[in-house]
């Protein structure tokens, strides 16, 4: 196989199985794998293999990776258009993970604020693939050939760090175009949705407070009470975004607002200016079960028939090794392993 002068325009994402899925995940990815399966082949991926670089019960990895795939199909991924699988079911993506491993540098991981923020002050106690993680994202992506990510916009520098690798292996390798310079698909209005509590930090898996955040399967109750919780300020809304400055927490609601009405932010505002959040949280509610209320429903009832979606995840890792073997196997006769 020779390089590809141009790349056919495909897209990969992955989505860890290492806890509930959150408003935030589904915002802020997989309403974008839906809209693009549509456009693009496309290939979901459940990553759990970057589920264990931090622990994970293993009573519980099997499960929570049926339900991402299980919520992947609920928003809307189509089985027949996208190809949805485990990455542990695909060896390829390790292989290719230990070549990068050789072509990124450590003073490149070094930079990588995710891992920064996942240790604090405990680095010395984390796990070596929690370090090398965003190398076998890369090697998800380049695997593929892939030139599209949709993700949210704390996976911009993961990213830039793919474009890196790519980069340097086509330079060292002496393979001008052999791998895309993937480009991260963030805009939209749900790419960095923030706690309920705290509008500064980012909404999370991790968040020790379950008030933080509103999970997929959270019911109509949990919801209204979560965001009748939701901290704000003590003013009314503004009349334009622009009032929306220094309020980090009255902007996340009206942003949620507007990314679940397919609103922007100044047309919901144009209709709750001068309200406060006494009028405006209930609405927020109202709007938040009305769309995610279906799409729990269709998840719980997948999720009752797991051999169902083992099959669908079986089919989708066959179809993604058919894609990834050669290219696989050119990347390994470029670094000069002998062909077997
Ligand atoms: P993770 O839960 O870290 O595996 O993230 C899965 C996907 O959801 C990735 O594309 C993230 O960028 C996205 N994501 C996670 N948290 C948020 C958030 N608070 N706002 C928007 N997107 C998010
Ligand atoms: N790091 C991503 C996250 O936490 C998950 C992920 C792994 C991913 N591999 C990927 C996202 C490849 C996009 C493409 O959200």
Known sequence: MSEPAVHTPRVFSGVQPSGALHLGNY???????????N????????VDMHAITQPQDPRLLAAQTREIAAAYFAAGVDPEKAIVFAQSAVPEHAELAW????????GW???MTQFKEKTGKNKERAS???????VLQAADILLYRATHVPVGEDQKQHLELTRDIAAKFNNDFAAPDFFPLPEALIEGPGARVMSLRDG???MSKSDPSDQSRINLLDDAETIAAKVRRARTDAEPLPESPEGLKDRPEADNLVGLYAALSGETPAQV?????GKGFAVFKPELADLMVER?????DRMRRLMADPAEIDRALARGAERARALAAPILAETKRRVGYLQT
């Open 292 to 296: 995610l209320a279906p799409v729990s």
């Open 128 to 134: 070596v693939g929690l370090y090398t993680y965003p």
């Open 99 to 106: 070549i990068f491993n050789c072509v990124a540098r450590l």
């Open 27 to 37: 915002l802020g990815a997989l309403v974008k794998f839906v809209a693009l399966q």
């Open 269 to 273: 505002l144009q209709r709750f200016a």
């Open 39 to 46: 456009r693009m082949e496309c290939l979901y991926c459940v």
């Open 200 to 202: 500064r930090t980012k």
């Open 109 to 111: 991981l070094d930079r």
